[in-house]
């Protein structure tokens, strides 16, 4: 089996933490490490000896807490999982097979409290660096799959190796639009930006969860730009 490590961050209330982490221990036909980076938040405490918690002392951000749960991990392949996102049992095996030659892959996916609607069906991008959640509010039926400008970042898989060839999340975005980044640092590597309809996670998507985001979307697209 496919040895995998997957890596959370988490920071603030986590009230769906616990879940993520078991919803990931249930996967089906991989071998999972599970890696949560403690940014600041008091429900890691909750979480058993099977994972591994990482505490870097301070809040290092999206990008800088799956760099840090990205060294520790010892899987050949990283899955990078919101910890309020839900993977199906085969959603990881699925995301690794079709990963094998380099390529970065995203699982579909559907709002948890609606779970045949359309979070993201990977990421469209605008020339002024503008991305948004691609095919929101769609029917789960519609996804297809294929091609994207990019992954999101709620939970994608790429090789280890490749990982660390693309440099890494750029921790200058801190947080929001550093999937972006990377879907375009891999294409201009020539590996292909994928997601697939048949690897699906729940997400408990709210936009509006973090005060700083508006500031951070405007911030980080330009500095994709």
Not at 83 to 112: K, N, Y
Not at 124 to 131: K, M, N, V, Y
Not at 145 to 157: H, I, K, M, R, T
């Amino acid at each position: 089996m496919t040895d995998v490590s997957a890596v959370i961050c988490a920071f603030g209330p986590q009230p769906h933490l616990i879940d993520a982490v078991a919803a990931l221990h249930a996967s089906q036909g991989v071998d999972v490490e599970v890696i949560v980076v403690d940014n600041g938040s008091p429900d890691c405490a909750g979480l058993g000896p099977e994972v591994t918690v990482l505490d870097p002392g301070e809040n290092t951000g999206f990008a800088g807490g799956c760099n840090i749960g990205a060294r520790a991990a010892t899987g050949t392949t990283l899955v990078f999982v919101n910890s309020d996102a839900l993977v199906a049992p085969d959603c990881l095996a699925r995301l690794c097979a079709a990963g094998t030659d380099g390529d970065l892959v995203g699982a579909t996916i559907l709002v948890a409290d609606e779970p045949d609607v359309v979070n993201s069906w990977g990421n469209p991008i605008h020339l002024l660096g503008f991305s948004w959640a691609g095919g929101y509010g769609h029917p789960a039926s519609e996804a297809t799959g294929g091609s994207c400008a990019s992954v999101s970042g709620a939970v994608f898989a790429v090789r280890r190796d490749v990982y660390w060839r693309l440099g890494g999340m750029d921790e200058a975005y801190f947080a929001y639009g550093e999937d972006v980044d990377l879907s375009l640092r891999a294409r201009l590597h020539g590996d292909e930006v994928l997601v697939l309809p048949e690897a699906v996670a729940w997400h408990h998507y709210d936009f509006s969860r973090n005060a700083l985001k508006m500031y951070l979307l405007e911030r980080n697209r330009l500095i994709t730009v």
